[in-house]
Nanobody, 113 residues
Framework: VQLQASGGGLVQAGGSLRLSCAVS????????MAWYRQTPKKRRELIAT???????DYIESVKGRFTISRNNARNTVGLQMDSLKSEDTAVYYC????????WGQGTLVTVSS
């Protein structure tokens, strides 16, 4: 199982970024996909999930600002991040669980205030 994340970078507060994660080695369409993030001061936290049926869920701090999506034809999961805040600065990881957790390599998002 391989996950390849991309799309991080530096953005000003209030700006937007879109992350993408390409997945291989699994039957993508049947799995729930997730995005996590981690900072040096906090444990890795789950921020958004999308089920095989397209049902989404978010932690409270990103609701209304972040949107998770999936493309089953391309085996990709995306995370659209709008109205970014300095506290969103973190390394973002895509994730899938199939008997074990599999992680992308992480992509750094830095939001300057």
């Amino acid at each position: 199982v391989q996950l390849q994340a991309s799309g991080g970078g530096l953005v000003q507060a209030g700006g937007s970024l879109r992350l993408s994660c390409a997945v291989s080695g699994i039957i993508f369409s049947v799995h729930t996909m997730a995005w996590y993030r981690q900072t040096p001061k906090k444990r890795r936290e789950l921020i958004a999930t999308i089920t095989s049926g397209g049902t989404t869920d978010y932690i409270e701090s990103v609701k209304g600002r972040f949107t998770i999506s999936r493309n089953n034809a391309r085996n990709t999961v995306g995370l659209q991040m709008d109205s970014l805040k300095s506290e969103d600065t973190a390394v973002y990881y895509c994730n899938v669980y199939q008997n074990s957790h599999y992680w992308g390599q992480g992509t750094l998002v830095t939001v300057s205030s």
